[in-house]
T-cell receptor, first 109, second 116 residues
């Protein structure tokens, strides 16, 4: 079966660092993606990992451990505009994405 | 256009009616995906097109759902005999390619379908 788990909600303070965890158990694996989705809008791509390790992209970093079925998204220097849902997704062999339910992040002043 | 477009943005229909949802992908993108998203959930995969053919339709929930992409660009998702449980946001995404190669998927704004 396919199972992707991430926390439902998180709260953090402006300027701080937050880590959003994702664990997965899927029948196939062809990469792990992170998307950001503001309320009422389409998901937008943040990062992806295919190999183990850390990928850094400005204020956002993503980590993957394939042996543990684990990834996290790290957001640094949080801004109010980072308040959104963050979706973890595993890529299937055909390119389709299998999404988790998303983590709603609220950034407080 | 610059991005993926979807029409209509909102659709309200009565239970039992037929609806068509349209997706216009980014020009040159050969791969096209349909997802649907219910409130508080992540997008759920429905069907994937590579060119004109449906390469993977394993996510379609039942035979009331059908999608086409006759010329390899615009795609239409068709839902027959709509049910209240079909109410969701239907998202379309496109990418340069699919299959084993990894490409970023660009999502459209979605069509919010409400079945009354």
């Amino acid at each position: 079966g396919q199972n992707i788990d991430q926390p439902t909600e998180m709260t953090a303070t402006e300027g701080a660092i937050v880590q959003i965890n994702c664990t997965y158990q899927t029948s196939g694996f062809n990469g792990l993606f992170w998307y950001q989705q503001h309320a009422g809008e389409a998901p937008t791509f943040l990062s992806y990992n295919v190999l183990d390790g850390l990928e850094e992209k400005g204020r956002f970093s993503s980590f993957l451990s394939r042996s543990k079925g684990y990834s996290y998204l790290l957001l640094k220097e949080l801004q109010m505009k980072d308040s959104a849902s963050y979706l973890c997704a595993v890529r299937g062999s055909q390119g389709n994405l299998i999404f988790g339910k998303g983590t709603k992040l609220s950034v407080k002043p | 256009g610059a991005g993926v477009s979807q029409t209509p943005s909102n659709k309200v229909t009565e239970k039992g009616k037929y609806v068509e949802l349209r997706c216009d992908p980014i020009s040159g993108h050969t791969a096209l995906y349909w997802y649907r998203q219910s409130l508080g959930q992540g997008p759920e995969f429905l069907i994937y097109f590579q060119g004109t053919g449906a390469a993977d339709d394993s996510g379609l929930p039942n035979d009331r759902f059908f999608a086409v992409r006759p010329e390899g660009s615009v795609s239409t998702l068709k839902i027959q005999r709509t049910e209240r449980g079909d109410s969701a946001v239907y998202l379309c995404a496109s990418s340069l390619g699919g299959g084993g190669a990894i490409y970023e998927q660009y999502f459209g704004p979605g069509t919010r379908l409400t079945v009354t």
